[in-house]
């Protein structure tokens, strides 16, 4: 189906931490073989915020780096909405400290995804069906994935955190064009959950890399039947694979399952690596700089993805949410993509961020840990920011 008007992907804005744990360091605190994070999960850093940053700095900083390079005011935008899981509380969305500091206020909807790691695709589907709509009255919408991930300290997940915002303006689709239809696929299950007032998630790794590759067969497979293709054509043809990145073993694993179901692997054993290497790999190293920053993850390897793309050219993304979801949309390179403005600024935050040792680490986890179980973090941001609760 096409629209009369193509909406897309108008602008985007990146955001990292200050700081970050090199994993060769991490594996020497934790007493592990450093192979284990670098071959078996395929990590090399996390980012992390330490103290003095939150999801909102980092929320923040994404959005203005998407608005600076728009054109039109903030009174063109209509819509904002922040897919997380590290929300702040349990009623209030995280866009309210959000607005307050970019003083966006007015003819707006301004609301909170959660849907585990599927919150910012969520996000996004429902600013472009907005924008697409009468409702909009031809108004932008901003929307931001962010997360900041830290699983108990020593626990299997402590190697696959990070932290990171994206920010995406969704408008003309200067950068790239959204497809009308997305596949989505659900199911319920227990992999991976924080209950209410729990400091930290809870994963049962195993039935999440099921969960994951089961959405993803569905996702693939619907979208091959809706555009009469074959999955092996599209694995063949598709210039560019993006998927949720909780670590990139992860990722090759369901892309191994998804060649296994085309049959490609049959004549050539080492197909789906080759396809990994050529395909998915090179849009997943600022992953490995920047670990599992769960709404966020999906969508920093689609901005590599789209570095230096000739217009017309077309990437997939696949998103997946425990508890569980998943969602696959295609997007099309537009005529910013060849220049990559939003690339140059991670690349400075990567140059400019601190390299923890494995000491402060572990103080900071210590620090965190006897907080967390202290305090709402609501309560902690505002007292740390000085903010006041409007009336
Ligand atoms: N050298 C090379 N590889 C090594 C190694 C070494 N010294 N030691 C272990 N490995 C490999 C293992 O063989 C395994 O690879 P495989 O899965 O291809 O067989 C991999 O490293 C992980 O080892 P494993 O023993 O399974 O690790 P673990 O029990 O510590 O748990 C996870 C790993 C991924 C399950 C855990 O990190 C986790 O739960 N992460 C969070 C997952 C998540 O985010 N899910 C929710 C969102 S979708």
Redesign the pocket.
Known sequence: MRLSEPVGIASLGLKIPSFFLDLKDFAHLRNT?P??YE???GCREMALCLDQHTVVDLALGAARRALMRRKGGLDQIGFLAIGTESGLDMSAPLTKWVARELRLSGALRSYEVKH??LGGTLALRQAYEWRCSPASKGKAALVIAVDDTL?EARS?????QGAGAVAMIVDEPLIAEMDPCSHSWSRPAD??WRPVGEPYPH?D??L??E??NQGALACFQAYCEDTNQTLGNFLENIKGMSF?T??P??VQ?ALGVLCEKAEITAGNPNKAKELFLEKVAPHLTWNQKIG?SMTASLWFSVAQNLCGRRIGEQISAFS?G?GCGAELQLLTAGPEAQAAAWAQDLQEDFSQRTRLSAQDYDSFRTRNQAVKSGFPAAELLQNKRGFRHAS
Request: proline share 12%.
């Open positions: 073989d192979n284990k071959i078996g999960l585990a790691c699983y299997p997940g402590e190697p696959t992999d991976f994963v790794g195993p999440s890399l969960c994951y949720h909780p670590f073993k992860m694993k599992n997946y425990s």
